[in-house]
T-cell receptor
Framework: GAGVSQSPRYKVAKRGQDVALRCDPISGHVSLFWYQQALGQGPEFLTYFQNEAQLDKSGLPSDRFFAERPEGSVSTLKIQRTQQEDSAVYLC????????????FGPGTRLLVL | KQEVTQIPAALSVPEGENLVLNCSFTDSAIYNLQWFRQDPGKGLTSLLLIQSSQREQTSGRLNASLDKSSGRSTLYIAASQPGDSATYLCAVPLIQGAQKLVFGQGTRLTINP
């Protein structure tokens, strides 16, 4: 069956540009997580949705980061006025359980800000 | 605050060797611990999940152990193969609320033919 998909797979942005990263979770999965992975580091939690509700956004590094999941399925992570330190791989994971036990990860979007 | 550390950061061994990857965590109150594999340009693939009540889990050539009291886990890979080359990450979920995962920085493993 289809897994978690993310698009685009690669994105090059000029500093100051806005970007939008898309995540298509596994159909029927209730919870959705976004993680940020800097080069050579492990992923770090950004935000979490249960259906359409964003229940935890404690990991978002600044107010330039915004995430939504309006219909409880597809999610978009938006970064406004990108900066070089935003360069990373952004991973999306979905889970059939509300709390996120057993997360299935997508391939990630590699963002490079020049 | 839960912190997860993996040592070494990189490891290179000849094919056929048995090897051990280490993971340590600061807060022993965990639900479970999970080992993932990450290939370049790919997402994370779950290898093994050990519940807090378990001491080890096995899958094929992989064996993961968990010692909660000492805050340690090891991933043992037997008879390593070039296809095992990847980055291996361990992660524990935070207990409060959603099980957002806290990851180590990973061990980059290279198996030389």
């Amino acid at each position: 069956g289809a897994g978690v998909s993310q698009s685009p797979r690669y994105k090059v942005a000029k500093r100051g540009q806005d970007v939008a990263l898309r995540c298509d979770p596994i159909s029927g999965h209730v919870s959705l997580f976004w993680y940020q992975q800097a080069l050579g580091q492990g992923p770090e939690f950004l935000t979490y949705f249960q259906n359409e509700a964003q229940l935890d956004k404690s990991g978002l590094p600044s107010d330039r980061f915004f995430a939504e999941r309006p219909e409880g399925s597809v999610s978009t992570l938006k970064i406004q006025r990108t900066q070089q330190e935003d360069s990373a791989v952004y991973l999306c994971a979905s889970s059939p359980s509300p709390e996120g036990e057993t997360q299935y990860f997508g391939p990630g979007t590699r963002l490079l800000v020049l | 605050k839960q912190e997860v550390t993996q040592i070494p950061a990189a490891l290179s061994v000849p094919e056929g060797e048995n090897l051990v990857l280490n993971c340590s965590f600061t807060d022993s109150a965990i639900y479970n611990l999970q080992w993932f594999r990450q290939d370049p340009g790919k997402g994370l693939t779950s290898l093994l999940l050990i519940q807090s009540s378990q001491r080890e889990q096995t899958s094929g050539r992989l064996n993961a152990s968990l010692d909660k009291s000492s805050g340690r886990s090891t991933l043992y890979i037997a008879a390593s193969q070039p296809g095992d080359s990847a980055t291996y990450l361990c992660a524990v979920p935070l207990i409060q609320g959603a099980q957002k995962l806290v990851f180590g920085q990973g061990t980059r493993l290279t198996i030389n033919p």
